[in-house]
C-alpha cells in the first residue's frame, strides 16, 4: 500500500514557474515507477509525465515536453514535476500516481492503469 500526498500547487502568470512534490508513505517507494497526470474541468484526466523506478528513464507527453521535469528522490520517497513556461492550458488539477511496473529500466506508457492515486493539486495560470 502506498499513500501519496502531493503539495506545491497555486495561482501562477503565464510564463512562470512551479515545482510539485509527490511524497510517497511505505518503504518501498524506489519499486514503483511514478507518473504525473493532470485533469481540467470539463476535460478528461491526461497524462503529463512518468518516470522508472530508478529515475533513470522519463516520459512526457509532447505538449509539455521541452516544458516539464519529471524527476524523483528515492532517498526522500518524493517525485517531483517542475513546469517551467506555464500556459494558460496548463491549468488543471495535478495529480501523481505509482505503478508496480515489474523492475522495468522504462516508465509504463501513457494509458498503463496506476495503482495508486493522490489527491491532487490545483495549478491555475492566469493569463
Known amino acids: 500500500q502506498v499513500q501519496l500526498v502531493e503539495s506545491g500547487g497555486g495561482l501562477v502568470q503565464a510564463g512562470g514557474s512551479l515545482r510539485l512534490s509527490c511524497a510517497a508513505s511505505g518503504r518501498t517507494f524506489s519499486r514503483y515507477a511514478m507518473g504525473w497526470f493532470r485533469q481540467a474541468p470539463g476535460k478528461e484526466r491526461e497524462f503529463v509525465a512518468a518516470?522508472?523506478?530508478?529515475?533513470?528513464?522519463?516520459y512526457y507527453a509532447n505538449s509539455v515536453k521541452g516544458r516539464f521535469t519529471i524527476s524523483r528522490d528515492n532517498a526522500k520517497n518524493t517525485v517531483y514535476l517542475q513546469m517551467n513556461s506555464l500556459k494558460p492550458e496548463d491549468t488543471a488539477v495535478y495529480y501523481c500516481a505509482a505503478a508496480l511496473w515489474g523492475g522495468s529500466s522504462n516508465p509504463p506508457p501513457p494509458n498503463y492503469e496506476y495503482d495508486y492515486w493522490g489527491q491532487g493539486t490545483q495549478v491555475t495560470v492566469s493569463s
Open positions: 518516470i522508472s523506478w530508478s529515475g533513470g528513464s522519463t
